[in-house]
Each structure stands twice: as C-alpha cells, then as structure tokens.
T-cell receptor, first 118, second 112 residues
Framework: GAVVSQHPSRVICKSGTSVKIECRSL??????MFWYRQFPKQSLMLMAT?????????EQGVEKDKFLINHASLTLSTLTVTSAHPEDSSFYIC??????????????FGNGTRLTVT | SQELEQSPQSLIVQEGKNLTINCTSS?????LYWYKQKYGEGLIFLMM?????EEKSHEKITAKLDEKKQQSSLHITASQPSHAGIYLC????????????FGKGTKLSVKP
C-alpha cells in the first residue's frame, strides 16, 4: 500500500516553455503533498506544501509564480514549472501522507522527475 | 535553521561486512525516518522511529533513536550488493504541515 505515482519520469524541454509534473496517491487519500527538489549530491530541499482545496505554502526563496502548484483532489497534486530556464534543470520529487498530528506516518515518495531545460 | 548532519557522506564496504550510518540533529525530534534512494529514483521508506531509545529491525537493517531523540543510527549486518544506494535520514521537526527535513545522504557501495 501507500503508492505515490509521479509522471513524467523524465522530460526535456526548451527554454521558455512550461512543464507540468503530476503526483498521484494511488491507494490512499493524501491530505498533504510535498514537493521537493534535489540537486546532485545534495539533500532534498522542500519547495512547497500542497493541501487539497487550498493554496500551496511555499518555502522561502521559491517563486510561487514560477512553480505553480495545484492540489485539485485528495489524490492529485501538480507542479508546473513556468517559463523554464536551464537553471531549473533538476530532479523534482513529490511525496504524500495522510497527516494527523496525533498519528505519525511516513512520507511516501514518487519516483521523481528529471527535468532538463535546453 | 534546523539541520540534520549525516555521516559518513560515502562508504565503501566489502560484501559481508557490517556498517553504520549516523544522523544527528541539534534539536529534539518528533520523529526520525530512514529512506533508501537509488540515483535518479524515488525514496523507499525503511523505518520510522518516534520514541527515545526505540529500536527497529527489518531483515538485516536495524535503526535506533537515542534517548534524547537527537541522534539515530542505521546499522546493516552482513552487507550485500543489494544494500547499495543512498541512505537518507528525514526528521519531523514539528512543522505545522508535517514536512520532513533531510540529511545530505550517505552513498553506500558494497563490493562483491
């Protein structure tokens, strides 16, 4: 159980175009989804927290107009990288959990998306 | 800002040898999670520790959380090539949304 599906796994796009990444929880309802970015040999850096039906909460330094997040349902969150530039090339990975402060549960991760902007 | 220190950064061991990876926080944690990642792929959940002094095992992997809930170790017994990968510790620091912060990871290579 607790499978998170992320699509696409790899995408190459031209500078200036937009790219949408989907994150789905397949067998559970995710009240909260998290979007992370990972640079080579670096840790995962939280970009934003996505809650179903409300605006995403972005971490300091992350441009909300550039990284659009939509959490339309309890099983789907999307990240759109708008007007992508080469410096946006990275590994993006989503995670989801059923969050209840009274009961801890692990984050379940998608397989990530390798974005290359040419 | 809160950080997790993970050591060593990389580790090369001979198959059959034991090894330990450490994860240290400057503050008390609400929970500590261990994950394994293969390069360019997602994270596989290994174990979750919440209570001070807690220890969990799965197959040949044992994780412990110290009494103060600031340090955790991951121990692999009789390592195998299948254990190779990047091990990441993630910590619940009490954020309102329940996100985790991560260490930089330990790259484990197991020589046959």
């Amino acid at each position: 159980g607790a499978v998170v599906s992320q699509h696409p796994s790899r995408v190459i796009c031209k500078s200036g175009t937009s790219v949408k990444i989907e994150c789905r929880s397949l067998d559970f309802q995710a009240t909260t989804m998290f979007w992370y970015r990972q640079f080579p040999k670096q840790s995962l850096m939280l970009m934003a927290t996505s809650n179903e039906g409300s605006k995403a909460t972005y971490e300091q330094g992350v441009e909300k107009d550039k990284f659009l997040i939509n959490h339309a349902s309890l099983t789907l969150s999307t990240l759109t990288v708008t007007s992508a530039h080469p410096e946006d090339s990275s590994f993006y990975i989503c995670s989801a959990r059923v969050w209840d402060r009274g009961q801890s549960s692990p984050l379940h991760f998608g397989n990530g998306t390798r974005l290359t902007v040419t | 800002s809160q950080e997790l220190e993970q050591s060593p950064q990389s580790l090369i061991v001979q198959e059959g040898k034991n090894l330990t990876i450490n994860c240290t926080s400057s503050k008390t944690l609400y929970g500590l999670y261990w994950y394994k990642q293969k390069y360019g792929e997602g994270l596989i959940f290994l174990m979750m520790l919440q209570k001070g002094g807690e220890e969990k095992s799965h197959e040949k992997i044992t994780a412990k959380l110290d009494e103060k809930k600031q340090q955790s170790s991951l121990h692999i017994t009789a390592s195998q090539p299948s254990h190779a990968g990047i091990y990441l510790c993630g910590a619940d620091i009490g954020g309102s949304q329940g996100n985790l912060i991560f260490g930089k990871g330990t790259k484990l290579s197991v020589k046959p």
